[in-house]
């Protein structure tokens, strides 16, 4: 991959022929891990990469990427005199799209009444006026072609970081408590010293203790999320150190009433009850990378739905591999196999 520029924390970049942006902060330097075996096995599915992207685009992935947003002229009231930079929504279901046309997908919607900063007027494809204007949502519907980025194993395969995405997680590490408690987890808020609970939750689930960690990190914003620091739900403290029922709009609420339900009263309890379910809910459902975890092929091609999904974000496998990257770079051995879908 060749970066061609960078600006406002997103990277202009180009691969196998093909133009696009990624944000900075997945782009790596990283070197392949020393002393490490790491194998390939290659798994078709039987679609193209295209087939894929339109089946993930039904769902609505989201990004937190900043589009430019247009939206049809007679959507708006604007006072030409007195204020012309500012629109008032009229009617209902109007959508904002990626481009001057309806033949951009929709970034998102915008309800009667709303009121949107008008950034200049341009013609659409279909003949009609339409307004480019702010749209400062922070997540929204993504393009196509950031889909098709995210979706595509080749953009991450040969990457020494990114290509963690199709780690197997059904392998343990076999970490040393101590070196994990002393380098990964010190200073991590509510996670420290918890090592002993992440090996005993990947030895009683099957699932790497090094994957449940980063996942763990990632979710808690290491360790100082309010979920995992407990949470008062129906007269008891309650913890929830992966995400798990945390829906998007009532994350904690909802992630809560999870835990409530599953008995997490304790962070240990948090820490291997989640582990559990990653287990029976991806790892058994053949959902065994992280990859597999977000995108679901196997899904895709049985039920041709976006379904059973563990995330909206179109870049959540990207964000969990830093930080496994970073744990297998403290041991001195061991073996990786990464398990790498096919399309036609």
């Known amino acids: 991959m060749q970066v061609l520029s960078e600006a406002n924390g997103w990277a202009k970049v180009t691969a196998f022929g093909k133009t696009g942006y990624v944000s900075a902060q997945y782009l790596s ?49 604007v006072d030409s005199k007195t204020n012309p930079k500012k629109g008032v929504v009229v009617g209902s279901n109007w959508n904002i799209r990626g481009g001057a046309g309806t033949n951009y997908w929709v970034v998102g919607k915008v309800s009667n009444g709303s009121t949107l900063q008008i950034l200049g007027t341009v013609k659409g494809t279909d003949g009609k006026t339409w307004y480019k204007v ?79 960690i980063s996942h763990a990190l990632l979710e808690t914003k290491n360790g100082t999320s309010e979920l995992a620091n407990g949470v008062q739900y129906k007269g008891r403290t309650v913890y929830n150190m992966y995400g798990i029922g945390a829906y998007d709009g009532s994350a904690v609420t909802s992630g809560a009433a999870y835990a409530y339900n599953q008995g997490w009263f304790t962070p240990e309890a948090a820490i291997i009850g989640g582990a559990k379910f990653i287990e029976s809910n991806y790892l058994k459902n053949g959902q065994d990378t992280l990859y597999k975890m977000r995108w679901n092929p196997s899904a895709a091609v049985s039920t041709r739905t976006a379904s059973h999904q563990y995330a909206t974000d179109i870049g959540w496998a990207s964000k969990q591999v830093s930080s496994i ?3 297998y770079s403290l041991l001195d051995s061991g073996q990786i196999i990464l398990d790498i879908p096919k399309y036609q």
């Open 29 to 77: 330097s990283a070197e392949p891990l020393q002393g490490k075996s790491i194998s390939k096995n290659y798994q078709s599915y039987g679609i193209s990469l295209n087939e894929m992207v339109n089946i993930e685009m039904k769902a609505n992935p989201q990004t937190d990427k900043k589009y430019s947003t247009y939206i049809r002229s007679d959507a708006l009231i």
């Open 325 to 327: 990257y970073n744990l």
């Open 134 to 212: 702010s749209y400062n949502k922070t997540w929204v519907n993504a393009s196509p072609e950031d889909v098709k980025y995210y979706v595509n194993p080749a953009n991450f395969e040969n990457d020494p970081v990114q290509c963690f995405q199709f780690l197997k997680l059904t392998q343990t590490a076999n970490v040393d408590k101590d070196e994990i408690n002393e380098k990964v987890l010190a200073g991590k808020g509510i996670l420290a010293g918890k090592a002993e609970s992440f090996i005993t939750a990947s030895k009683l689930s099957g699932v790497n203790e090094l994957y449940l």
